[in-house]
C-alpha cells in the first residue's frame, strides 16, 4: 500500500500534479499542491487505491521539485 504526502515547503506551485492527478491533488489558494484524496488534506495517512497507482506515479515524474513524497507507512 502507498501513502503520499506534499512537501509544501518544496512544491513552487507548477500545477503539474493537480493536471495529471486530479483525484489525489489539489492546489490550494497559493497555487501550492496537497493530498486531497478520500479528505487526506496532505496528511499522507490515507491509501491511495491500486487504479489510482498509474496517475500516481505520473504526478510523482511529472513534479519538478521532487516534492511529492511517497511512503509504505502513514506520514502520521
Ligand atoms: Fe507542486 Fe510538484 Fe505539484 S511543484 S504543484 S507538487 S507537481
Redesign the pocket.
Known amino acids: 500500500s502507498t501513502y503520499v504526502s ?1 512537501n509544501k515547503e518544496a ?8 493536471s495529471v492527478a486530479p483525484d489525489i ?1 489539489d ?1 490550494d489558494d497559493d497555487g ?2 496537497e493530498v486531497i484524496y478520500e479528505g487526506d488534506k496532505n496528511q499522507g495517512i490515507t491509501i491511495i487505491s491500486q487504479d489510482l497507482q498509474e496517475e500516481l506515479q505520473e ?1 510523482i515524474e ?4 521532487q ?2 513524497l511517497l511512503a509504505e507507512v502513514p506520514f502520521a
Not at 11 to 18: D, Q
Not at 62 to 65: D, F, K, N
Open positions: 506534499v512544491c513552487i506551485a507548477c500545477g503539474s500534479c493537480n491533488f492546489l501550492i499542491a504526478a511529472s513534479c519538478p521539485t516534492c511529492i
